[in-house]
C-alpha cells in the first residue's frame, strides 16, 4: 500500500481529523494552564476520568459521556475544595487523581470483560476512533475555540494576574473554573487517540516548547499549535507504521521536538 | 467630604489566625491617607480586605455608604500590589501590561506612550516584564494602577525599589492626583515614606500594631 493509500483509508482520515483538532485544543488551553503552574491539574483530570470511562463502559457501553461527567466533576471539586479549605490545590489534586483513578481501577476489576477496551483508552489507539468521535471532536473544538476567541483579554488577565483581574472586576473564581472544565472537555475528546496517561504530554509539551521559543504571550499560542500539529500527524504516522500506541507516538514526537527546541534556546542565548 | 471608604468592626485572619482585629476607620473622598507598621502587623491584610481579596470574618466594608461589591471595588480603586512574584516572569510587555488594563477598565484618558513617559517608562514600553529590573518594574505597576484614573488609589509599598529620581517623580505624581480629588491610601513599613510622598500637612497616618489601628496624626 503506498502512501497516499495508507492516508486516505477512513480511519486514518478519522485520526488525523481527530488529531489535529484535539491537537489545537490542548495546544491553546495548555498555554493557558502552563503559564498558571496547572499542569498537574490536567494529570489529575485525565487519571481521574478512567472512573468515568469505567463506569460508562460497563453501564452504557459508552464511556466518552461518563468520562466527561466525572471529569468536570473533578476539575469543579479540585476548584471548591481549593476555595473551601486550606489544604494545598496539589495535594488535592493528587487526592481526587489517585480516587478516581483508582476507582477506575476497581471497576475494570470487578468487570474483567471490558479490559482490552480499557488499555487501549489508557495509551490511545488509531482504530479506536469513529465517526461519533469526530462528531464529538468537531463539536466540542467549536463550543472551546469560541469561548476562547470571545473571553480572550479575560481568560489572559486571569492568567497574568488574578488579583488585578479581580480588582477589575473579573469573577476570577468563575472564569478558572471554566478554564479547568474547557480543559476537562478537551482531555476526553483525545483519550481515544491519546489515552489517559499519555494526554498530559500534548497538553504540557507544546506549550513548554512555545515558552523556550515565543517571544511573548501572543506569540505562544501559534507556536504551542504547531508543535502540537506536528506531534499529532507524525505520531499517528509513526504509530501506523511500527503499530504502536498512538498516545505514546504522539507524546514521543513531542517529547522529541521539546528537546531540539531547547537546544535552539541554548543557541539563541549563548 | 464624602467619605469613601468605612470599616466597621472589622476583623480578618488566615486560617483561623487573627491578623486584624476589630478595626475602625473611615476616609474620606480626596484624603491622603498613610497606613504604617512593621512586618506582619496587617497592612496588607488591611488593604486587601478593603478590595475584597481577603473576606473578613466579622465587620463590614462600605464603599460609599453601600455594602463593598467587587463592581464597586472595580469602579472606584486601583492597587499597587506589594508582592508580585508570580507576574514577574509572565511572557508579556510593558505596553500590553497598560493596554489589557485599559481594555479591562473600558476608561484610559491618555494614550500608552503618553502614560508611561510620566513614569519615565516609554522606553520600557516593548520590553517583557521579566528583562526589567526590581525599580523598573515597580514603575511599571505604578503606571498600571493610575491609568484608569480610579478614584481611589491603594499603594503598597509603593517606593519599593524605586531610586531616589524616581521617588521624587512618584511624589509629583501624587500631589497633582490628590490635588484633583482623589484619594490615596499608602502602606508602608518604612516612616520616611511619609515624608517622601506626602502631599500636605493633612494628609493623616495611622499605625497598625499587632492588627490593631492607632491614630498618630
Known sequence: MNIIDTFTQPFMLQALF??????????????FITLRNKAFLVDGISHGSLAGIAIGLVLFGQPLMLALMVAVLIAVGITYFQKNSNVQVDSLIGIFYTVFFALGVLIINLSSSYQPDITRYLFGSLLFLDEGSMYLSAGTFFIVFILILFNYSKLLYVTFDPEAAYIRGIKVDRWELLLNIMTSMAIVIALKLIGVVMVSGLVIIPASIARLLARDFKSMIPVSILASITSTILGIVLSYYLDVPSGASIVMIAGIIFLLSFLLHKIRLF | MKTVIELKNISAGYNNALVLKDINLAIKEGEQLFVLGGNGSG???????????????????????????????????????????????????????????????????????EHLEKFNAEHLMDRKLSDLSGGEFQRVLLARAFVTQPQVLVLDEPTNNLDVESIHRLHEIIVDYKNSGHTIITISHDDDVVEETRVDSKSRVVKLEEGTLVNLD
Request: one cysteine or more.
Open chain 2, 43 to 113: 497592612k496588607t491584610t488591611l488593604v486587601k480586605t478593603i478590595l475584597g481579596l481577603v473576606k473578613q470574618d466579622k465587620g463590614e466594608v462600605l464603599i460609599y455608604g453601600e455594602r463593598r461589591t467587587q463592581e464597586a471595588v472595580a469602579s472606584n480603586f486601583g492597587y499597587v500590589p506589594q508582592s508580585t512574584s508570580g507576574i514577574r516572569t509572565f511572557p508579556i510587555s510593558v505596553s500590553e501590561v497598560i493596554k489589557i488594563e485599559c481594555s479591562m477598565a473600558d476608561n484610559c484618558p491618555v494614550g500608552v506612550i
Open chain 1, 18 to 31: 481527530v488529531g489535529i483538532l484535539v491537537g489545537i485544543l490542548l495546544a491553546v488551553l495548555g498555554v
